[in-house]
């Protein structure tokens, strides 16, 4: 078993009278994929914030690769990439100038070193070159998830943050981009922790599933979190959208197998 890279100890989160998080603990294995699901409000992006020192939390302890993470407070920010929820480009940039930008901001890298490994990382996500010169406002949805993605993976990250990656894209999309996430994973040797409601994202690319529930996480595998008894939990995994890709999931891992 892989030793964790993240580990969240006894966090607690509130907005005035209302506690999102009481005491809550995670931990996040090395070279994992991590899935984190839970209901509206249940503070799946607030978990993530607290986590990137973006959210100023009122109690615990967390760490990243053994490094304290307090808000405000510079952490190993060149260890990790994030891609936010809706890609968070720059619309006054084009590709080129906004995956280029951690670089520049992050590095002493000449131009032309910095254009060249920007440029690898779009290859990377599956982008034309000829993509480079456009702005977010010129390119479709998917490929601004991919560009998006290209500037998390910018600086060699150990670990990479995703906020609902597949949010938008349509089936076709949504499943190629499932295959990139898992395909970077196994080559890059990525610790991933994503954010998701795509049940088909939590159990085709997932080592496990965090749920968040009553202000604390449940953590499994996903025939672990399918067994769990919390009506939450009971209601989301046993609905009919979750039930068909749960028996996708078997009936593909069966083919494969008997291949």
Not at 99 to 112: G, T, W
Not at 131 to 145: F, H, I, T, V
Not at 154 to 179: N, S, V, Y
Request: proline residues 5%; charged residues 25%.
């Amino acid at each position: 078993m892989n030793e964790p890279i993240i580990e969240v100890r006894g966090l607690v989160n509130r907005f005035g009278h209302q506690v999102v998080h009481d005491h809550l603990d995670l931990s996040v294995r090395r070279d994992e994929i991590l899935g984190l699901v839970g209901g509206s409000g249940s503070g799946k992006s607030v978990l993530m914030r607290s986590i990137l020192g973006l959210h100023p939390y009122n109690e615990g302890e967390i760490t990243v690769m053994d490094q304290r993470i307090r808000y405000g407070e510079a952490g190993p920010s060149t260890c990790w990439g994030v891609l936010f929820q809706g890609g968070a480009l720059l619309s006054n940039l084009t590709v080129q100038e906004n995956v280029e930008l951690p670089i520049a901001l992050h590095s002493d890298m000449p131009l032309q070193t910095r254009h060249e490994l920007a440029s690898l990382k779009l290859i990377m996500v599956g982008l034309p070159l000829s993509a480079a010169d456009k702005y977010p406002s010129e390119l479709s949805g998917g490929m601004r998830k991919r560009v998006a993605l290209a500037r998390a993976l910018a600086m060699e990250p150990r670990i990479l943050f995703l906020d609902e990656p597949t949010a938008g894209l349509d089936p076709i999309a949504a499943t190629e981009f499932d295959e990139l996430i898992t395909y970077l994973h196994d080559n890059l040797d990525l610790t991933i922790l994503m954010i998701t409601h795509d049940v088909d994202s939590l159990f085709n690319t997932c080592n496990r599933i965090a749920v968040l529930v009553d202000q604390q996480v449940r953590v499994g595998t996903a025939e672990e979190i399918i067994g769990d008894t919390h009506p939450w939990i009971r209601e989301y995994f046993g609905a009919p959208r979750s039930k068909r890709a749960w028996l996708a999931k078997q009936a593909s891992e069966q083919e494969r197998r008997r291949g």
